[in-house]
């Protein structure tokens, strides 16, 4: 079983996707006759899917996209055929943003006859049941690993990438009837998918935040907020308590950063001789994150504020600490909101206020023990919903980012409804001999 944490899909006859490839791929080596390749998949029956919220349809893309990345060599299949044998994804930085891998392993399996895990999504071959196309593109683990320039004049790995994608989604003819809306690509990493992102801006994108995205690309109204998987080992067996806590405010990460993350310096000057707080720099090497874990599972509080985006993994490591977090980020969009309550665990803060002389202070020490022993309650009740893993389980981060995007398809139907009002009209089907008739009535 894999410690850290997929789809695929057939078009079907009404519709037949266009067999327009990739440039540089060969289009019979991924498709069959209804645009897709049945060889490439692995040969998994149908589970019971009776608690499944969505049925996705997967794109059998090269594994140039997705495992291959893993240094997975294929053997007459485009995925994976022994799920118990899964490649694991880098660590360090590279797995906070890792929703692609999580989301395509589960999938993967979802259909696998006795699967013991629960099943929100469950992968389809026929296109007419989907109710979502997922793209299975590890566009962070791209970014991290293939932006690099190799050749002076040449094009990244990771812009090609993105270039063969947009090439191949743009052939299909579900994306042309859709428009892409109804497509689901995951983009976590701030930077993944920059070049892609504007042609793609119709799709449901899965990210960390919008600190990097125009409003008209990225919005919470049509895509979905996922989690950063938490660098800091869960804690289990917590039997902490007020007292035993005996660090009020723990933050420690990078002092200096770009955009709003100013903010960082200012709160580093007002609070690093403030007794009981502890504010230092830090990295994610393994002594950094064993001294991070060790702090925040000492501490009441946790700060979490604006870096180069409105989020960070830091919140992900309170939470799965069960250290209270101070959210200080104006601009945060946060995971689940519409289902999940963060000021039951969370205190936010306004940048305005953070800033103020002795502000912070006297608003954690106004925190009595009653009401910080619910928060924390409701930390260690929450933090299994930011927790990825492979098998899943039920509402961890995998089972909730599908209920997402689930609640998501009521307002893609309207739409996708709305669109195809004049589109199959009588009038659109009979508009040159209506128009014919009306030049003879005016003769």
Same mark, same amino acid.
């Given at each position: 079983?894999?410690?850290?944490?997929?789809?695929?899909?057939?078009?079907?006859?009404?519709?037949?996707?266009?067999?327009?490839?990739?440039?540089? @791929?060969?289009?019979d080596e991924?498709?069959?006759?209804?645009?897709?390749?049945?060889?490439?998949?692995?040969?998994?029956?149908?589970?019971?899917?009776k608690?499944?919220?969505?049925?996705?349809?997967?794109?059998?893309?090269?594994?140039?996209?997705?495992?291959?990345?893993?240094?997975?060599k294929?053997?007459?299949?485009?995925?994976?055929?022994?799920?118990?044998?899964?490649?694991?994804?880098? *660590?360090?930085?590279?797995?906070?943003?890792?929703?692609?891998?999580?989301?395509t392993?589960?999938?993967?399996?979802?259909?696998i006859?006795?699967?013991? &895990?629960?099943s929100?999504?469950? =992968?389809?071959?026929?296109?007419?049941?989907?109710?979502?196309?997922?793209?299975?593109?590890?566009?962070?683990?791209?970014?991290?690993?293939?932006?690099?320039?190799?050749?002076?004049g040449?094009?990244?790995?990771?812009?090609?990438?993105?270039?063969?994608?947009?090439?191949?989604?743009?052939?299909?003819?579900?994306?042309r009837r859709?428009?892409?809306?109804?497509?689901? @690509?995951?983009?976590?990493?701030p930077?993944?998918m920059?070049?892609?992102? /504007?042609?793609?801006?119709?799709?449901?994108?899965?990210?960390?935040?919008f600190?990097?995205?125009?409003?008209?690309?990225?919005?919470?109204?049509?895509?979905?907020v996922?989690?950063?998987?938490?660098?800091?080992?869960?804690f289990?067996?917590?039997?902490?308590?007020f007292?035993? =806590?005996?660090i009020?405010?723990?933050? $420690?990460?990078?002092?200096f950063?770009?955009?709003?993350?100013?903010? =960082?310096?200012?709160?580093?000057?007002?609070?690093?001789?403030?007794? /009981?707080?502890?504010?230092? %720099?830090?990295?994610? $090497?393994?002594n950094?994150?064993?001294?991070?874990?060790?702090?925040?599972?000492? %501490?009441?509080?946790?700060l979490?504020?604006?870096?180069?985006?409105?989020?960070?993994?830091?919140?992900?490591d309170?939470?799965?600490?069960?250290?209270?977090?101070?959210?200080?980020?104006?601009?945060?969009?946060?995971?689940?909101?519409?289902?999940?309550d963060?000021?039951?665990?969370?205190?936010?803060? $306004?940048?305005?206020?953070?800033?103020?002389? *002795?502000?912070? @202070?006297?608003?954690?020490?106004?925190?009595?023990?009653?009401?910080?022993?619910r928060?924390?309650?409701?930390l260690?009740e929450v933090?299994?919903?930011?927790?990825? $893993?492979?098998?899943?389980q039920?509402d961890d981060a995998?089972?909730?980012?599908?209920?997402?995007?689930?609640?998501?398809?009521?307002?893609?139907?309207? &739409?996708?409804?709305?669109?195809?009002?004049?589109?199959?009209?009588?009038?659109?089907?009979?508009?040159?001999?209506?128009?014919?008739?009306?030049?003879?009535?005016?003769?």
């Amino acid at each position: 079983m894999l410690e850290d944490e997929k789809l695929l899909y057939e078009i079907s006859d009404e519709f037949q996707p266009s067999l327009i490839s990739p440039p540089g @791929i060969r289009t019979d080596e991924f498709t069959d006759k209804n645009g897709y390749s049945a060889d490439s998949e692995p040969n998994i029956k149908q589970g019971n899917p009776k608690d499944a919220v969505l049925k996705v349809f997967m794109y059998n893309l090269p594994p140039e996209f997705h495992f291959g990345m893993l240094d997975w060599k294929p053997e007459n299949s485009v995925w994976p055929t022994n799920l118990t044998e899964i490649p694991r994804y880098p *660590g360090g930085l590279n797995l906070q943003h890792s929703p692609e891998y999580w989301l395509t392993l589960d999938l993967l399996s979802s259909n696998i006859p006795g699967r013991s &895990s629960p099943s929100s999504a469950r =992968r389809v071959e026929n296109s007419k049941e989907a109710d979502f196309f997922f793209v299975p593109f590890f566009s962070s683990l791209s970014y991290n690993r293939h932006s690099k320039v190799e050749t002076p004049g040449h094009k990244s790995r990771n812009e090609l990438l993105q270039e063969k994608l947009v090439h191949f989604l743009m052939g299909q003819e579900v994306w042309r009837r859709s428009g892409g809306k109804n497509h689901v @690509i995951v983009m976590h990493h701030p930077n993944s998918m920059v070049i892609a992102r /504007e042609q793609l801006r119709s799709a449901m994108f899965i990210v960390a935040d919008f600190g990097r995205y125009s409003p008209l690309i990225g919005n919470v109204e049509k895509d979905v907020v996922a989690p950063y998987k938490h660098v800091v080992p869960s804690f289990a067996k917590d039997f902490s308590s007020f007292e035993s =806590r005996n660090i009020l405010l723990f933050f $420690q990460g990078a002092l200096f950063r770009k955009h709003g993350g100013y903010i =960082r310096q200012k709160l580093y000057a007002l609070l690093k001789d403030e007794k /009981e707080v502890h504010f230092t %720099s830090g990295n994610t $090497q393994r002594n950094g994150i064993r001294a991070a874990t060790e702090g925040m599972r000492s %501490s009441k509080f946790c700060l979490n504020i604006a870096g180069d985006t409105p989020s960070s993994n830091r919140l992900f490591d309170a939470i799965a600490s069960h250290c209270v977090p101070v959210i200080i980020s104006d601009e945060i969009e946060l995971p689940y909101e519409d289902v999940l309550d963060y000021t039951e665990f969370c205190i936010f803060v $306004q940048s305005a206020d953070a800033v103020k002389k *002795g502000f912070l @202070i006297r608003l954690l020490n106004s925190v009595k023990k009653e009401e910080w022993t619910r928060m924390w309650q409701k930390l260690k009740e929450v933090s299994h919903h930011f927790e990825y $893993q492979y098998p899943v389980q039920p509402d961890d981060a995998v089972h909730m980012i599908w209920k997402a995007v689930a609640r998501k398809l009521p307002s893609v139907r309207l &739409s996708l409804h709305k669109g195809k009002r004049y589109s199959r009209s009588w009038l659109a089907k009979h508009r040159d001999s209506f128009f014919s008739l009306q030049k003879l009535d005016r003769g």
